[in-house]
């Protein structure tokens, strides 16, 4: 039997799960802004007593790794490795696109998704960055992976070498609104980042033993922050 804390800090979600054995157990969630600092420990500490289980008995902790908000992710990953620290335990790290995909393919089979042929659609998971700036990649849903996670401008070209008119290209995710008036022929779907995206991964990850190194593990940020001045004027 393992247990594991999976936290997924890298949108403007805060959400936190507790999977047993691979299945999602309890899950703690928030969409309300970038509060994340403040709530995570608070969701730890719900799924934790909603579940009679104790921190001594988490066996790992998983965390969707990026790319997505440079600060998010910062949060997300220092708390997961004190805990780890703390416990004695090991860190897992999921790629937050993968995670994504992962939430598209539970809500297509509780039947949210309005996708005409599932098995045959290539899923485009989009994390929003900056103006028509998107992380993305592109795969089926069979786990092949089509394309490398990039950091794009999406324009009315960006996804034709994958749009051969037989295949629904589905775009979903905190990026995919803005891109679906310039991405011709897609569909968009409505997928949030959550730490239940997490589950299967994260048990794959801790039964084959992979696991990151807890002292010099660095979140996937694919692109360097960059500090603008603010414009306000203080004096």
Same mark, same amino acid.
């Given at each position: 039997m393992s247990y594991i804390l999976c936290i997924e800090t890298g949108t403007e979600i805060c959400s936190v799960g507790l999977v047993k054995n691979g299945e999602l157990i309890s899950l703690r969630e928030s969409s309300e802004g970038r509060d994340h600092a403040r709530r995570i420990a608070v969701f730890v500490d719900d799924v934790l007593r909603g579940t009679d289980i104790d921190a001594e008995e988490l066996d790992a902790v998983a965390i969707s790794k990026g790319p997505g908000s440079y600060t998010g992710l910062r949060i997300g990953t220092s708390f997961a490795k004190g805990l780890c620290y703390g416990l004695g335990i090991p860190l897992i790290a999921i790629g937050s696109l993968d995670s994504l995909v992962e939430v598209a393919a539970d =809500?297509?089979? %509780?039947?949210?998704?309005?996708? =005409?042929?599932? %098995?045959n659609a290539l899923l485009v998971p989009m994390i929003d960055a900056r103006r028509m700036e998107v992380y993305t990649q592109v795969c089926d849903t069979h786990g092949n992976r089509l394309s490398e996670v990039e950091a794009l401008i999406v324009d009315e070209n960006t996804f034709a070498?994958?749009?051969?008119?037989?295949?629904?290209?589905?775009?979903f995710g905190s990026g995919a609104a803005k891109c679906a008036t310039v991405v011709p022929h897609a569909k968009v779907v409505e997928v949030i980042p959550s730490a239940r995206g997490l589950a299967r991964p994260a048990q794959a990850a801790f039964d084959r033993k992979a696991f990151e190194d807890v002292a010099y593990f660095e979140p996937f940020y694919l692109k360097d922050f960059v500090i603008t001045q603010s414009k306000k004027k203080l004096f």
């Open positions: =809500d297509n089979d %509780a039947g949210i998704l309005d996708i =005409d042929d599932w %098995a070498p994958y749009d051969d008119g037989k295949r629904e290209l589905v775009l």
